[in-house]
């Protein structure tokens, strides 16, 4: 064959081979085209996280504004570039407040949606729930509620964002007795959050120089509290307790005020909403309970880098919502920017046990609850110090007196 008859041949031979090439790459996925010209990266693909909230039931006050907190970073974050050239995409699941809707939503999110890590529940009994889940899959968890069970029974997996009751029951009672109160009456819901801040109180108050003198239960749902209010005013106790996230606790505030219960109302970080002084109206009067910062700002410090992320979420939150962030939004914050800045730190695929070390490693992020350190020991990672005492004055909270 003459040499210009070869040349000729293997030019004929290339072009077919090109076009070839694309043909098949015509008929591929753009994330398959990633895979084959990465050698086995998912880069562009976006990064796939779950978020299990409460936006109906007896929740529902707290899942809303956690679901416009999540909404709003990674609308922030993906404008700003993705996370290493990738987007973020969360999937929501409504649980209802029930723990058996956060398992059917947690297996959806695991199993269909192939999500790398869960934020949630908002509550503490469908956290507890879906740890079955959880742990099955390997998939790092990420929770909302402040149950102090969910990183006391420790799990490699878990990790928390608010201050656990453990932290602020023990808080409540000593801001009590430094105020005379020696006697509390105790309500508190059947629920996960309600059963978990019962057995601290029960379990710190003697230490602490309180005595409870009548512990009284109801049910998610209920509107009647008349029994159980009627049992803690005969009991000698010089200041009830309200122990529920949920929205009876302005229920209950107005039935101790319609019943003249005559002493003082506390509460917990669950009551750190709006929701609780709207539906009490003037029965939230004086009512005192600890909870995060992020209400009142300045209490961060002015000059704290603490104070800026808070005042800049602050802003934005309210500039897109209409009203200030409450103490959920800020949980939610902590959650889905933990995880994203964890996500930023690992090295590689983001496999869901990268993202779960890089979480683990953790180390004076500031956010709105505090300032977070986990550890192999605390998936917590907060303290007393990122507490303080309110009082509801005029419709508005502010800083409770210290003496």
């Not at 929701?275 to 910062?293: N, S, Y």
Request: hydrophobic fraction near 40%.
């Amino acid at each position: 064959m003459r040499g210009r008859d070869l040349r000729l041949l293997m030019a004929v031979l290339v072009a077919v081979l090109v076009a070839a090439l694309a043909v098949t790459m015509a008929g591929c996925t753009p994330a398959q085209q990633t895979e084959t010209q990465g050698e086995g990266t998912t880069q562009g693909e976006p990064i796939k996280i779950g978020a299990i909230v409460s936006l109906t039931g007896t929740y529902a006050g707290l899942g809303d504004p956690e679901k416009k907190a999540i909404e709003m970073e990674v609308d922030r974050i993906n404008k700003a570039g993705g996370i290493n050239g990738r987007q973020i995409e969360v999937i929501f699941e409504d649980d209802g407040t029930d723990e058996t809707k956060a398992v059917a939503a947690v297996s959806k999110l695991i199993e269909q949606d192939k999500v790398v890590a869960i934020i949630g529940a908002t509550g503490t009994g469908p956290t507890m729930a879906v740890r079955g889940d959880v742990d099955r899959a390997q998939i790092p968890q990420v929770s909302m509620a402040g149950g102090t069970v969910i990183t006391e029974t420790f799990d490699d997996l878990v990790f928390q964002t608010p201050w656990s009751n453990k932290i602020v029951m023990p808080y409540l009672l000593k801001y009590m007795k430094d105020h005379d109160i020696t006697k509390i009456g105790v309500i508190s819901d059947s629920g996960g959050f309600g059963k978990d801040a019962l057995a601290v109180l029960q379990k710190s108050a003697p230490g602490a120089g309180v005595e409870i003198a009548s512990s009284q239960t109801f049910n998610p749902g209920d509107t009647d509290f008349t029994a159980q209010l009627t049992k803690v005013k005969d009991s000698g106790a010089n200041a009830l307790v309200i122990a529920t996230a949920g929205k009876e606790a302005s229920a209950i505030a107005k039935a101790a005020k319609d019943l003249n219960i005559g002493m003082p109302v506390y509460g917990t970080h669950g009551n750190a909403r709006t929701e609780f002084i709207e539906g009490a109206g003037d029965a939230a009067e004086g009512f005192r309970f600890p909870a995060g910062k992020i209400l009142l700002p300045e209490t961060y410090g002015t000059d704290t880098e603490a104070y800026k992320v808070a005042t800049d979420f602050v802003n934005r939150y309210t500039a897109a919502n209409g009203k200030a962030p409450d103490t959920f939004a800020g949980h939610a914050y902590d959650a889905i920017n933990l995880i994203a800045e964890a996500a930023k730190r690992a090295q590689g695929d983001l496999t869901p046990a990268a993202l779960r070390d890089e979480i683990e490693k953790t180390a004076g992020w500031v956010g709105i609850g505090g300032t977070f350190t986990f550890s192999p020991e605390d998936h917590n990672g907060l303290s007393e110090n990122d507490i303080v005492m309110y009082e509801v004055k005029d419709g508005k909270w502010v800083l409770a007196p210290e003496n």
